[in-house]
């Protein structure tokens, strides 16, 4: 009798030591994923950027209210440009970038980039309806490469929370 529950929980245990090193797996693989697979040095440059950027749309919310089109142009612009790929990056670095962050990163900077640009130019010709809109497409975007690549950082972005808030 006791040989077959010897038996049994080895059936039982055996399941268990696989299910364990497989999240231990996947966690590895996600802390280096997104930005903190890059260097110190290439994460603050990118760190850097992300607080100008972010003081640039803070200071839109004001301008956009107050109907101060030139100054939303103005900063648009600014952001347009803050690529962190057309800094002065050396090139062993601009060579980590491109193999520490995943097509899709770039991708969703590019287009926010975009965005920027597309709110510089209905800014120009004093768009208000479009100027909201690009806008809200800018912070969307922020928030969906958020989500993806910096959930370390806002961890209330993680797909993993997201579907927490929806079991029922």
Same mark, same amino acid.
């Given at each position: ?6 038996? &049994? #929980? *080895?059936?039982? #245990?055996? /399941? ?5 090193? @497989? ?16 260097? /110190?040095? #290439?994460?603050? *440059? ?15 919310? /004001? &301008?956009? $209210? $107050? ?31 491109? *193999? &520490? #962050? ?5 991708? !969703? @900077?590019?287009?926010?980039?975009? *965005? ?6 209905? &800014?120009?010709?004093? !768009? ?12 969307? $975007? ?9 959930? !370390? ?5 993680? $797909?993993?929370?997201? @579907?927490?808030?929806? @079991?029922?």
């Amino acid at each position: 009798m006791r040989i077959i529950f010897r038996i &049994a #929980l *080895l059936f039982l #245990l055996i /399941p268990t030591i696989g299910y364990g090193e @497989d999240k231990h797996h996947q966690y590895t693989f996600e802390t280096t994923v997104g930005v903190e697979a890059l260097s /110190p040095e #290439l994460r603050e *440059l990118l760190s850097k950027e992300m607080i100008a950027i972010q003081n640039g749309m803070v200071s839109i919310i /004001p &301008a956009y $209210s $107050s109907g101060n089109w030139g100054e939303i142009a103005i900063t648009a612009g600014n952001i347009e440009r803050s690529y962190i790929l057309k800094q002065s990056l050396t090139g062993s670095q601009v060579h980590e970038l491109h *193999l &520490a #962050l995943p097509p899709s990163f770039i991708e !969703k @900077d590019q287009r926010f980039h975009y *965005l920027a640009g597309m709110l510089e130019h209905v &800014a120009k010709e004093r !768009k208000s309806e479009l100027i909201n809109f690009y806008f809200s497409e800018m912070t969307e $975007s922020c928030v969906g490469c958020h989500s993806v690549f910096a959930t !370390k950082k806002f961890p209330a972005l993680s $797909s993993k929370e997201k @579907d927490e808030e929806h @079991d029922h």
